[in-house]
């Protein structure tokens, strides 16, 4: 099983810069990626970036020049650093783990979600 934690999400003015940090633990042999996704009132989960194993990273077009998805220090844990937030943005957050377990199952694993609000 893997457990999937997210924390950073809080309340920013417009234009203003937040951080989102996304842990993965458990019985882990290999993370194939992890990724943010969003969830905004009425409308459908969105992709918001994805980095895989080897590192390669994608980005919706929305949020590509304004966030950045890095792999922390920690294994297993990634940032999401969310720059000239717009009110669009809000939404709430989650993270994906797109990881193979010891047992050499592949799974997605999600978290709870952290709300991101930008308003003034």
């Known amino acids: 099983q893997v457990h999937v934690v997210e924390s950073g999400g809080g309340l920013v003015q417009p234009g203003g810069s937040l951080t989102l940090s996304c842990a993965a633990s458990?019985?882990?042999?290999?993370?194939?990626?992890m990724g943010w996704y969003r969830q905004a009132p009425g409308k459908q989960r969105e992709v918001v970036a994805v980095?895989?194993?080897?590192?390669?990273?994608n980005y919706a077009g929305s949020v590509k020049g304004r966030f950045t998805i890095s792999r922390a220090n920690a294994k297993n844990t990634v940032l999401l650093q969310m720059n000239s937030l717009k009110p669009e943005d809000t939404a709430v957050y989650y993270c994906n783990a797109d990881a193979t377990g010891l047992d050499g199952h592949r799974n997605d694993y999600w978290g709870q979600g952290t709300q991101v609000t930008v308003s003034s």
């Open positions: 458990g019985r882990i042999f290999y993370m194939n990626a």
């Open positions: 980095i895989t194993g080897g590192g390669s990273t």
